[in-house]
T-cell receptor, first 113, second 113 residues
Framework: KQEVTQIPAALSVPEGENLVLNCSFTDSAIYNLQWFRQDPGKGLTSLLL?????REQTSGRLNASLDKSSGRSTLYIAASQPGDSATYLCAVSWNSGNTPLVFGKGTRLSVIA | DGGITQSPKYLFRKEGQNVTLSCEQN?????MYWYRQDPGQGLRLIYYSQIVNDFQKGDIAEGYSVSREKKESFPLTVTSAQKNPTAFYLCATKTRDFQETQYFGPGTRLLVL
């Protein structure tokens, strides 16, 4: 079964710290991998999308990497801010870009001022 | 104002009652998706539709039904057969471009009275 796992489930860090969120997936034959942000009681916002042929994507203070051979992706957040507090979800599409995404359970991040 | 609209924001269901959640989009996206999210859990796929008048079951379709009569609309009915409907329901859309991400609506929270 194709599954996505995120560890840790929750993380609390002081403001200004650099941090890494982890995502692992079974079956390395992915099509793409995405990172989303979800604020409490809200929908999801796409942060970064990495195609299977790519190794990383960057947007501002966010950098996502992909290592298909080991079945892992990391989301690196530089100089964290209280506004970064949210749940971060990793999602994988296998086989083709229109195959439904499989989501991890997310990592709930709290950045303390 | 473009985007995805979900209504209502909160919905209350009585025992044995069917209720319908609305999802409307003006993004001209072909694919539409319904997800269920329980506390501390990731998103689980209920139903999805790649084109008008066609839809497929997701991982947890039992107790739910959908229709796709128009490109802009993908309503979800939670039937009385769904014994544990309390959850946060998210609608998403996507273009045919395999490299594009999914876009999410604001969600509907369903509670049982």
């Amino acid at each position: 079964k194709q599954e996505v796992t995120q560890i840790p489930a929750a993380l609390s860090v002081p403001e200004g710290e650099n941090l890494v969120l982890n995502c692992s997936f079974t079956d390395s034959a992915i099509y793409n991998l995405q990172w989303f942000r979800q604020d409490p009681g809200k929908g999801l916002t796409s942060l970064l999308l990495i195609q299977s042929s790519q190794r990383e994507q960057t947007s501002g203070r966010l950098n996502a990497s992909l290592d298909k051979s080991s079945g892992r992706s990391t989301l690196y957040i530089a100089a964290s801010q209280p506004g970064d507090s949210a749940t971060y979800l990793c999602a994988v599409s296998w086989n083709s870009g229109n195959t439904p995404l499989v989501f991890g359970k997310g990592t709930r991040l709290s950045v303390i001022a | 104002d473009g985007g995805i609209t979900q209504s209502p924001k909160y919905l209350f269901r009585k025992e044995g009652q069917n209720v319908t959640l609305s999802c409307e989009q003006n993004l001209n996206h072909d694919a539409m998706y319904w997800y269920r999210q329980d506390p501390g859990q990731g998103l689980r796929l209920i139903y999805y539709s790649q084109i008008v008048n066609d839809f497929q079951k997701g991982d947890i379709a039992e107790g739910y039904s959908v229709s796709r009569e128009k490109k802009e609309s993908f309503p979800l009915t939670v039937t009385s057969a769904q014994k544990n409907p309390t959850a946060f329901y998210l609608c998403a859309t996507k273009t045919r471009d395999f490299q594009e991400t999914q876009y999410f609506g604001p969600g509907t929270r369903l509670l049982v009275l």
